[in-house]
């Protein structure tokens, strides 16, 4: 079974930073793409950004330059680095992989 699990939200003020998480599990994750996609209140789905399973990575224009994905494929874990944090970053983050979404995890961008 295929598990996505997000972690590491929380609320930081304007110009702060976070580190998510995601740990993933059931299916082979060395060789996958993984992305993070976001929803903003009141808003879709929004792309955010992908690595692909030779770490090579394509980011939204809203986030490039201040959002860095890696991956530890040892641990079978993704990362969202995030800097530089707007209000407008106000939302739940979900990483996705295999056509799957985990359960997200809040980041509240607020002072």
């Known amino acids: 079974e295929v598990q996505l699990v997000e972690s590491g939200g929380g609320l930081v003020q304007p110009g702060g930073s976070l580190r998510l998480s995601c740990a993933a599990s059931g299916f082979t994750f060395g060789t996958s793409a993984m992305s993070w996609v976001r929803q903003a209140p009141g808003k879709g789905l929004d792309w955010v950004g992908t690595?692909?399973?030779?770490?090579?990575?394509r980011y939204a224009n809203s986030v490039k330059g201040r959002f860095t994905i890696s991956r530890d494929n040892a641990k079978n874990t993704l990362y969202l680095q995030l800097n530089s944090l707007k209000t407008e970053d106000t939302a739940i983050y979900y990483c996705e992989a295999v056509s799957r979404r985990g359960q997200g995890t809040q980041v509240t961008v607020s002072s």
């Open positions: 690595i692909d399973s030779l770490g090579v990575t």
